[in-house]
């Protein structure tokens, strides 16, 4: 009898053994199956989004299409100082910068012009269409500001603005006073404007051209990042009101998206956005002086800038 009895309950243990198997390979068969349908389901949905709009585990997707390009004016005692690029290209996942001298020379019609001289008799939007020219760059919008509110979006911002200034600044004349050394600096907003204003720069002309990039690049980098994503709205509104500008709340709120990914992108080393140089050179001298883009220029920028060549 203990026999038999031994006998039954190995054949109970192996009939046991037999359906735990065979509903462990159910479970893995059907597992799988299911996850197979999910995973097929999720792709076809990703396929049938916008790129625009889709977002993977690296962040959403753009195209060159979401590039957006400005041309930023500055004035001062009602003057065309500076003539900057800004072009935001969240598929790169870069900003860059570019400063046109204000001496270049571009054509309106059969006239030559410098820029600054065109910005007095046809404004801004003569000068964007003669630059698109010249260039290859088409602007989506155009933005003027003067040096009166440069100091006030400084203020706004609040924690003055953090560049580098690559040579000493020393100047006292003409009830205009400058004292700074090189090096990283934080700049308070009167500041900012007497450097945008400094007429001694030892590049010259080029030098007094590129340093209205890079203070441009040295705001983005600063204020462009994940903590300021929850007063975005604000700025826009602050900053658009301190401008001369055909940009819209629908320009704004078609760009959000691209600037809130760049604004991700910049939260470590704030250095999105780069300074680049426009290539030429300056002919002449004194009220002469002009500025003349290289024969190649178009081919030159590139990709970079949106120029097909």
């Given at each position: 009898m203990p026999s038999l009895k031994r006998k039954k309950s190995h054949k109970r243990l192996?009939?046991?053994?037999?359906?735990?198997?065979?509903?462990?390979?159910?479970?893995?068969?059907?597992?799988?199956?299911?996850?197979?349908?999910?995973?097929?389901?999720?792709?076809?949905?990703?396929?049938?989004?916008?790129?625009?709009?889709?977002?993977?585990?690296?962040?959403?997707?753009?195209?060159?299409e979401d590039a957006k390009t400005l041309l930023l004016v500055t004035t001062d005692a009602g003057e065309a100082q500076g003539f900057v690029a800004v072009r935001m290209d969240p598929a790169a996942g870069r900003i860059s910068t570019m400063a046109f001298p204000r001496e270049t020379a571009v054509y309106s019609g059969t006239d030559t012009y410098r820029l600054y001289e065109l910005f007095a008799s046809?404004?801004?939007?003569?000068?964007?269409?003669?630059?698109?020219?010249?260039?290859?760059?088409?602007?989506?919008?155009?933005?003027?500001?003067?040096?009166?509110?440069?100091?006030?979006?400084v203020t706004y911002l609040g924690d003055g603005?953090?560049?580098?200034?690559?040579?000493?600044?020393?100047?006292?004349?003409?009830?205009?006073?400058?004292?700074?050394?090189?090096?990283?600096?934080?700049?308070?907003?009167?500041?900012?404007t007497n450097v945008l204003r400094y007429p001694n720069w030892q590049g010259g002309r080029r030098q007094k051209a590129a340093i209205q990039a890079q203070l441009t690049s040295s705001l983005?980098?600063?204020?462009?990042?994940?903590?300021?994503?929850?007063?975005?709205?604000?700025?826009?509104?602050?900053?658009?009101?301190?401008?001369?500008?055909?940009?819209?709340v629908s320009h704004y709120n078609a760009a959000k998206a691209g600037l809130d990914y760049l604004g991700t992108l910049n939260k470590d080393s704030g250095s999105i956005c780069s300074a680049?140089?426009?290539?030429?050179?300056?002919?002449?001298?004194?009220?002469?002086?002009?500025?003349?883009?290289?024969?190649q220029v178009k081919a030159q920028l590139g990709s970079a800038w949106g120029v097909s060549g």
């Open positions: 192996s009939n046991a053994l037999v359906f735990l198997v065979a509903f462990l390979l159910f479970l893995l068969l059907f597992g799988g199956l299911c996850l197979w349908a999910v995973v097929k389901i999720n792709q076809e949905r990703q396929s049938t989004q916008d790129p625009t709009t889709s977002v993977t585990e690296e962040g959403p997707i753009f195209s060159e046809q404004g801004v939007t003569g000068v964007r269409d003669s630059l698109s020219q010249l260039t290859g760059i088409a602007f989506d919008n155009y933005a003027v500001i003067t040096y009166d509110n440069i100091e006030k979006l603005l953090l560049t580098e200034l690559s040579e000493n600044l020393d100047y006292n004349a003409d009830g205009y006073f400058i004292k700074l050394e090189a090096g990283p600096r934080v700049l308070t907003a009167p500041q900012v983005i980098n600063q204020y462009l990042t994940p903590a300021r994503q929850s007063t975005a709205d604000k700025d826009f509104s602050t900053i658009v009101n301190l401008l001369q500008s055909d940009i819209r680049a140089s426009f290539p030429g050179e300056f002919v002449g001298s004194g009220d002469q002086l002009r500025f003349y883009a290289d024969e």
